[in-house]
């Protein structure tokens, strides 16, 4: 059974459509099609539900894509090995994000690993900390970069850290402080990440032992920020998300300290492979420069 099919039937399922996974794999609409035909035919069953917004995989799909994609990384980590024994540098790397990371930290790391490894591919999947626990899990990316917490089957090999502040707008009574304590927060409305992505925020407040008073559960950081500008509310924010933060916030560190672990989170059984392990190494090596320089 050619894995080209197993290949065009993870495309079509995780772009939902035919035609972009034809693109992305180089391939007319038609050969995706026929592919999945015949797939679909070995099995025995459908594999797709076709509408007219794009494709979804059928309940027997679903129950299918674990396997699928272990034979698709599996056969990519084969190529990877056979490359490193004939001393050539190739390989793709799938990696997960945040979208500040993808915007202040990542870029760097990409552009100058590429410039020395022209042969790895890296290719980013940008989301909240949810999405990227969840793609772990299916193995639809192979690390993340992201903070704790991580799901427990899963490796984490902390970079950096980054401090949380609270994010007040111009003219709030407490922006005259130079510290404040998360209690002094509560007094005011909070605008939070949609639940399930406000990890950084629950970290004071379990460590506070506090319950907030939420006004807004948006999704983005950008979202927050511009509701806060505007007098909405107040926020615990990371300083790493905060650098392009628009006009009329005031930040003020907080009391105690409170700050989230970025790192790397990656399954515990991929050591070995060679393109995983030339990005660790220059990670290491640009996050000890990076250090340096502060």
Same mark, same amino acid.
């Given at each position: 059974m050619?894995i080209?099919?197993?290949?065009?039937?993870?495309?079509?399922?995780e772009?939902g459509?035919?035609?972009?996974?034809?693109?992305r794999?180089?391939?007319t609409?038609?050969?995706?099609?026929?592919?999945?035909?015949?797939?679909?035919?070995e099995f025995?069953?459908?594999?797709?539900?076709r509408?007219?917004?794009?494709?979804?995989?059928?309940?027997?799909?679903e129950?299918?894509?674990?396997?699928?994609?272990q034979?698709?990384?599996?056969?990519?980590?084969?190529?990877?090995?056979?490359?490193?024994?004939?001393?050539?540098?190739?390989?793709?790397?799938?990696?997960?994000?945040? *979208? %500040?990371?993808?915007?202040? =930290?990542?870029?760097? @790391?990409?552009a100058?690993?590429? #410039?020395? /490894? !022209?042969?790895?591919?890296?290719?980013?999947?940008v989301?909240?900390?949810?999405?990227?626990?969840?793609?772990?899990?299916?193995?639809?990316?192979?690390l993340?970069?992201?903070?704790?917490?991580?799901?427990?089957? *899963? %490796?984490?090999?902390?970079? =950096?850290?980054?401090? @949380?502040?609270?994010?007040?707008? #111009?003219g /709030? !009574?407490?922006?005259?402080?130079?510290?404040?304590?998360?209690q002094?927060?509560?007094e005011?409305p909070?605008?939070?990440?949609?639940?399930?992505?406000d990890?950084?925020?629950?970290?004071?407040?379990?460590?506070?032992?506090l319950?907030?008073?939420?006004?807004?559960?948006?999704?983005?950081?950008?979202?927050?920020?511009?509701m806060?500008?505007?007098?909405?509310?107040?926020s615990?924010?990371?300083?790493?998300?905060?650098?392009?933060r628009?006009?009329?916030?005031?930040?003020?560190?907080?009391?105690?300290?409170?700050h989230?672990?970025?790192?790397?989170a990656l399954?515990?059984?991929?050591?070995?492979?060679?393109?995983?392990?030339?990005?660790?190494?220059?990670?290491?090596?640009?996050?000890?420069?990076?250090?340096?320089?502060?």
């Amino acid at each position: 059974m050619s894995i080209k099919k197993y290949r065009a039937l993870l495309e079509t399922i995780e772009s939902g459509s035919l035609t972009r996974a034809a693109e992305r794999l180089n391939y007319t609409q038609p050969g995706i099609s026929h592919m999945i035909l015949s797939l679909e035919d070995e099995f025995g069953f459908p594999l797709l539900i076709r509408g007219k917004n794009g494709v979804t995989p059928t309940a027997e799909a679903e129950k299918l894509l674990g396997y699928v994609r272990q034979i698709v990384n599996g056969e990519q980590k084969l190529m990877e090995e056979v490359g490193r024994i004939h001393g050539a540098d190739v390989g793709t790397l799938r990696i997960g994000c945040f *979208f %500040s990371l993808s915007i202040h =930290f990542l870029p760097s @790391i990409v552009a100058e690993f590429t #410039e020395m /490894h !022209p042969g790895v591919e890296l290719q980013l999947f940008v989301g909240e900390h949810g999405e990227i626990c969840q793609w772990l899990h299916q193995g639809k990316i192979d690390l993340a970069f992201m903070s704790l917490p991580v799901p427990e089957e *899963f %490796s984490f090999i902390p970079l =950096f850290d980054d401090p @949380i502040y609270a994010v007040l707008p #111009e003219g /709030h !009574p407490l922006a005259d402080n130079e510290r404040i304590r998360p209690q002094k927060l509560l007094e005011y409305p909070f605008i939070l990440q949609q639940q399930g992505s406000d990890e950084d925020a629950n970290r004071v407040f379990e460590g506070e032992k506090l319950t907030p008073k939420v006004r807004f559960r948006v999704r983005g950081d950008e979202a927050i920020q511009s509701m806060i500008a505007k007098g909405l509310g107040v926020s615990l924010v990371p300083e790493l998300v905060l650098s392009r933060r628009p006009e009329g916030l005031v930040l003020r560190p907080l009391e105690p300290e409170y700050h989230r672990v970025l790192g790397i989170a990656l399954p515990s059984n991929s050591e070995g492979a060679p393109a995983l392990n030339k990005l660790l190494d220059f990670v290491y090596e640009y996050c000890g420069r990076e250090s340096k320089k502060q």
